[in-house]
Protein backbone atom coordinates (compact mmCIF):
# COMPACT_ATOMS: atom_id res chain seq x y z
CA UNK A 1 0.00 0.00 0.00
CA UNK A 2 1.70 3.65 -0.94
CA UNK A 3 1.38 6.47 0.54
CA UNK A 4 -0.95 8.24 -1.87
CA UNK A 5 -3.20 4.97 -1.68
CA UNK A 6 -3.55 5.19 2.13
CA UNK A 7 -3.77 9.03 2.29
CA UNK A 8 -7.09 8.44 -0.45
CA UNK A 9 -8.44 6.11 1.92
CA UNK A 10 -8.78 8.50 4.65
CA UNK A 11 -10.42 11.89 3.77
CA UNK A 12 -9.94 13.68 7.38
CA UNK A 13 -5.90 12.64 7.13
CA UNK A 14 -5.61 13.71 3.51
CA UNK A 15 -7.52 17.19 4.97
CA UNK A 16 -5.12 18.00 7.71
CA UNK A 17 -1.83 17.06 4.74
CA UNK A 18 -3.55 19.54 2.27
CA UNK A 19 -4.59 22.13 5.03
CA UNK A 20 -0.91 21.67 6.39
CA UNK A 21 0.62 22.36 2.78
CA UNK A 22 -1.42 25.17 2.58
CA UNK A 23 -0.71 27.26 5.49
CA UNK A 24 3.18 26.19 5.12
CA UNK A 25 2.97 27.63 1.27
CA UNK A 26 1.12 30.58 2.83
CA UNK A 27 3.72 31.55 5.39
CA UNK A 28 7.07 31.26 2.99
CA UNK A 29 4.82 33.39 0.19
CA UNK A 30 4.57 36.16 3.52
CA UNK A 31 8.17 35.73 4.41
CA UNK A 32 9.13 36.18 0.59
CA UNK A 33 7.33 39.86 0.56
CA UNK A 34 8.80 40.53 4.03
CA UNK A 35 12.41 39.80 2.52
CA UNK A 36 12.06 41.16 -0.84
CA UNK A 37 9.92 44.70 0.55
CA UNK A 38 10.37 45.59 4.32
CA UNK A 39 14.05 43.92 5.12
CA UNK A 40 15.94 46.19 2.61
CA UNK A 41 14.74 49.58 4.26
CA UNK A 42 16.62 50.34 7.13
CA UNK A 43 15.19 50.73 10.97
CA UNK A 44 14.43 54.38 12.28
CA UNK A 45 17.12 55.40 15.09
CA UNK A 46 14.85 55.25 18.21
CA UNK A 47 17.51 55.89 20.93
CA UNK A 48 16.56 58.59 23.24
CA UNK A 49 18.85 60.68 22.44
CA UNK A 50 17.99 60.77 18.24
CA UNK A 51 13.86 61.39 19.77
CA UNK A 52 15.65 64.55 21.53
CA UNK A 53 17.20 65.55 18.42
CA UNK A 54 13.92 65.15 16.99
CA UNK A 55 12.18 67.25 19.02
CA UNK A 56 14.49 69.77 19.95
CA UNK A 57 13.58 73.42 18.06
CA UNK A 58 15.95 74.13 15.72
CA UNK A 59 18.87 75.70 16.11
CA UNK A 60 18.25 78.37 13.51
CA UNK A 61 17.17 82.32 14.57
CA UNK A 62 13.57 82.83 14.12
CA UNK A 63 12.20 84.68 11.27
CA UNK A 64 11.65 88.30 11.60
CA UNK A 65 8.19 89.83 11.34
CA UNK A 66 8.12 92.28 7.86
CA UNK A 67 6.54 95.84 9.25
Given at each position: ?????????R????????????????????????WL???P????D????????????S?????????
Amino acid sequence: MTFARAIARRPLRRLTVELGLVILAKLAFLMLIWWLIFAPHPKPDVSADAIARQLAPSAQAPPQAQP
